[in-house]
T-cell receptor
Framework: DAGITQSPRYKITETGRQVTLMCHQT?????MFWYRQDLGHGLRLIYY???????DKGEVPDGYVVSRSKTENFPLTLESATRSQTSVYFC??????????????FGPGTRLTVL | KQEVTQIPAALSVPEGENLVLNCSFT??????LQWFRQDPGKGLTSLLL?????REQTSGRLNASLDKSSGRSTLYIAASQPGDSATYLC?????????????FGTGTRLKVLA
């Protein structure tokens, strides 16, 4: 049972380059999320998706693009990376059913450094 | 704007102690509150989720309580062990239809000494 995986786990890139972080979950959960974690800010939601082809902005969406053509994948793209986007990025998923909890399951994270 | 605060930022206790971690939020109109554990270099693991209509949830040595009116939640850890050392985060989900957004606190870093 693979659960939720992220790739790459570590990435170093340069300012202005495009970077795509991958997220894959094997549970067929409806909801998927992208967060960034920075010292002093905790986790902040970048984008989330309620289902395939349905996405919505979170707290800090600027500079990021997402897509969700398949339920199991939710890639996050930095179109032109900036140093302020150096962070640890977490993907999460949740199964939202009537009467069930909104427990979120997190991937291991991607540590991104923008030089 | 909802703000979530966790105090203290760090805590060090001897093994065997019972301890309480605190989480405060400014807007009482929440849908639920969730406690997570994060080990260094790892993702978050959900520990307990309390719906807004509930007062507490228990799982093993962990007990989480929720007082919406005062904007507080506590995570009680009984008989702490070195394996409990981690960062503990709380997150609240807004009670707003059409959104699915959690606001996280910055966490309490717990160290349990053997």
């Amino acid at each position: 049972d693979a659960g939720i995986t992220q790739s790459p786990r570590y990435k170093i890139t340069e300012t202005g380059r495009q970077v795509t972080l991958m997220c894959h979950q094997t549970w067929s959960h409806s909801y998927m999320f992208w967060y960034r974690q920075d010292l002093g800010h905790g986790l902040r939601l970048i984008y989330y998706s309620a289902a395939a082809d349905i996405t919505d902005k979170g707290e800090v969406p600027d500079g990021y693009v997402v897509s969700r053509s398949k339920t199991e994948n939710f890639p996050l793209t930095l179109e032109s990376a900036t140093r302020s986007q150096t962070s640890v990025y977490f993907c999460a998923s949740s199964e939202s059913k009537r009467g069930y909890t909104d427990t979120q399951y997190f991937g291991p994270g991607t540590r991104l450094t923008v030089l | 704007k909802q703000e979530v605060t966790q105090i203290p930022a760090a805590l060090s206790v001897p093994e065997g102690e019972n301890l309480v971690l605190n989480c405060s939020f400014t807007d009482s109109a929440i849908y639920n509150l969730q406690w997570f554990r994060q080990d260094p270099g790892k993702g978050l693991t959900s520990l307990l989720l309390i719906q807004s209509s509930q007062r507490e949830q228990t799982s093993g040595r962990l007990n989480a309580s929720l007082d919406k009116s005062s904007g507080r939640s506590t995570l009680y850890i009984a008989a702490s062990q070195p394996g409990d050392s981690a960062t503990y985060l709380c997150a609240v989900k807004r009670d707003t239809s059409g959104t699915y957004k959690y606001i996280f606190g910055t966490g309490t870093r717990l160290k349990v000494l053997a």
